[in-house]
């Protein structure tokens, strides 16, 4: 429920006495003030509009100080004159839009999803330890070397194409092309249905990547040749 | 011999405490801390109003607008990747910061760094696993944030320079792990860099230069193990976290988060 604020309560609680006051003398003539004449036009017009027959109906509401709701403060009757409808004077310039405050509907999502994520990772690291090998040395290179995980699918590149190409060109094209990508992509529409190619290339490029490094990590061993990690064991550390 | 009587009993406990919780939230200090409505001066209870000044009147205004569409608080949408990496990086952060009190960045003493942390510091090995974990975690939630907003069409005006943006981000969470891929100074570190930087090296016509620049030299080394140290500690965070403001901000000029579909 809005709070009211004190002072508008206040000033209507006054105005409601003041209207209580001077009711004797002026209800019975504030209603017969609006022709018959006018109320019908203003019938007519208002189609849709819900416009009492006579102001005395409005009479009816529950008013706290036996005052009518239409009456102002001198206990005049107000007059409907004309609805201007939202639209013929303002521009509306777009639909309102259905929205939920941020505190609590979006912060208390977030709030469990990086308590969820917190406890995942203590509970991992609390469990799994990160690597460390022997101190390094220049002089002794293991067998297989491997990047880290996300490079070893350029890695993989490198077996079948030459370092320049593998390394830089296609990386660098795929950044690129990444970037671009907005530029490029000039349909309006975000539907699924309307972006079938778009989303089948972008698949097809995650997939490409993806399992090249799945087969960097898990099938590359010795003199990175190509193994299965069920037979002859798993070459890789995160 | 006049008697004073005291018609007031002696003030309780629960008293006492609110009389000091009025005089502490009436004080000045109190007041130019916390904006005036904000929740901690007037108490919240729950109105719209109040939901709105959780808001308005505290820091999250920086990130979140009072409302936000309905839609766009569906789990289902968003899957907090975005978030997620943003909380990812504040973890590593303060874990990082934590390494940092442990840790020496040249060739003699940071394997044995490494190490000590590990086995004589209270927590040592608990907070170096988190950090390598979480930063794992990061190029995934990173990566995952990308596929997502791909997926959904995201990208699209008026959001293209965001995702521009967005690609530098993932650009340099990637920088950001692979500088930090050496710092523990092991076979692992040392020999994955080589094969980084040997493929940088590769880079057309400026290539050994730009090997020598990130190698401090020709082979990889102590001076290697400072230059990264300094990106990986200082220089690539700060680019970063300009690039996330801009992220961030953009976000919300443009509209708030896209959809629905």
Known sequence: ?238 | MAKTIDDQPTPTLKDRVSKIGEQVQGSQAWNSIFRPGSIFRKGYTDSPRNRSYVIMNSVLYHLHPVKVKRHAVKVSYTLCLGGLSFFLFILLTVTGIFLMFFYRPTAANAWQDIQTLQTSVTFGLLVRNMHRWGAHLMVLTVFLHMARVFYHGAYKPPREFNWVIGVILLTLTLLLSFTGYLLPWDQLALWAVAVGTNMMGYTPVFGSQVRFVLLGGVEIGSETLLRWYVLHVIMLPFVIVIFMAIHFWRVRKDGGISGPL
């Open chain 1, 1 to 238: 429920m809005t709070e009211i604020p004190e002072h508008l309560l206040k000033r209507a609680q006054a105005a409601r006495e003041k209207a209580a006051g001077g009711d004797d003398a002026t209800s019975g003539a504030g209603n017969d003030r609006i022709s018959d004449q006018l109320l019908d036009r203003t019938k007519a017009a208002g189609a849709g509009v819900a416009v009492a027959d006579r102001p005395t109906a409005v009479v009816a509401a529950p008013a706290a100080g036996g005052v009518p709701i239409g009456a102002g403060p001198g206990g005049h009757t107000q007059r409907l004159l004309t609805v201007v409808k939202s639209g013929s004077i303002q521009e509306v310039k777009a639909a309102p839009v259905d929205k939920v405050h941020t505190w609590p509907h979006l912060l208390a999502i977030e709030f469990v999803a990086s308590l969820a994520c917190l406890a995942f990772l203590f509970i991992f690291s609390w469990f799994v330890n990160a690597p460390l090998l022997q101190a390094a040395n220049v002089n002794q290179t293991p067998n297989p070397s491997k990047a880290p995980w996300y490079f070893l699918g350029l890695q993989e590149l490198l077996t079948m194409f030459h370092p320049m190409i593998a390394g830089v060109t296609l990386p660098g094209m795929g950044l690129i092309a990444l970037i671009l990508a907005p530029y490029l992509d000039k349909n309006p529409s975000n539907k699924p249905e309307d972006r079938k190619f778009i989303t089948s290339l972008m698949t097809v490029h995650l997939m490409f990547w993806a399992v090249l490094v799945m087969i960097g990590s898990f099938f590359r061993g010795p003199g990175f040749n190509f193994v299965f990690p069920w037979r002859d064991g798993i070459f890789f550390e995160l």
